[in-house]
Each structure stands twice: as C-alpha cells, then as structure tokens.
C-alpha cells in the first residue's frame, strides 16, 4: 500500500512538469493542445514558458523540436542552426526551421488526414528565406478529398504566413528573448 502512495503522490506532482496543455478556442468549444520541446541532443522534455534554464538550453541547442498534439491535428516542428538555435535566429544564417502538420478528417482518427510539410529559414529582423511548401491528403472518399483540396488551396498563401509568423514568435517571444541566452 505504502509502494502506491508514493506512486500517486510522484505521479500527481510529476504530471504539471511533464504536460504543458495550452488553451485553443475555436469557435464554442476550448481544444486541449500538449505541447512538449524536446532538446535533440539529450532527448529532454522542457518547458521554456515557465522555466528560464529551460528557455536557455533551448536557445543555445543546436536543434530540438516542438511537437503539439490534440484530437483534431498534429503537428511537428524541428529548429537547426549550427551555430546554436538563437545564434542563427539573430545573426545572418537564420534558423533551419521544418514543419509537418496533419488535420484529422475525424477526431482521434489518423487514418486519414490533410495538410503539409513546410521548411523555411527562419530570421529575428528579416522575412524567412527558402520558403517551400508542400500540401499533403491522405483521404479516402474522393468528392471530400476534392472539396478540402479546393478550399485549402485558397488559404495556402494564408496557411504558410501563420505557421511562419507563429514560429518566429515562439523563438522571438520564448526561446530567443533578448537579454536571456
């Protein structure tokens, strides 16, 4: 008995540094995301919104990744500079920055999905450089793969803009804040 009460009581406290859940509304409904930043090289889960050690480990990697997950997508994001990730933010090599997202057709479902693989080079006072992206459906009826195709095709422009402005601002924002490498 006494084996299960330290197993809770580690489990209970160890979960909040473990999972970070961010709050994503759309629309009515509030979607659950976990996000985890993992330093590649020494495959750890870190947490630089709420760690400043974490935020530095990130900031001077020379790559790691950003996986977020919920029932609807998933997406990961990978950040390589040689130079150390905030070293190549700011300076004139950028940040090699890949991307692959996939949207569920139906929830907790991924079977069958839409969406892209994108790279790009990321910089702190310059637009991103080596722009590529390259939309993806794995969809079996044919007539709803066709409709997503069409309306995606009409926010490609859009959809390339946000995940772009969105990562620069993770690195800008949390990782790479001025003054704190």
Do not use: H, W
């Amino acid at each position: 008995m006494k084996y299960y009460t330290y197993l809770l009581c580690f489990s209970v406290l160890s979960f909040p540094v473990i999972a970070e859940t961010i709050s994503d509304y759309r629309g009515e409904t509030a979607q659950k995301n976990l996000t985890r930043y993992i330093d590649s090289k020494e495959q750890r889960i870190l947490d630089p919104s709420t760690s400043i050690r974490d935020a530095k480990n990130l900031a001077n990697s020379v790559e790691f990744e950003v996986y977020m997950v919920n029932e609807d997508f998933s997406s990961r994001s990978v950040f390589v500079s040689g130079e150390g990730v905030c070293n190549g933010f700011e300076g004139d090599n950028g940040v090699d920055f890949t991307n692959s997202t996939n949207n569920y057709i139906n929830p907790n479902d991924d079977s069958e999905y839409y969406g892209g693989v994108m790279g790009a080079s990321l910089y702190r006072q310059n637009e991103p450089k080596n722009v590529q992206y390259v939309p993806v459906y794995v969809i079996n009826n044919p007539q709803l793969e066709k409709e997503i195709r069409q309306r995606e095709e009409g926010q490609t422009k859009q959809i390339i803009k946000d995940k772009l402005d969105s990562n620069k601002q993770l690195l800008d924002k949390m990782v790479c804040k001025k003054g704190e490498k």
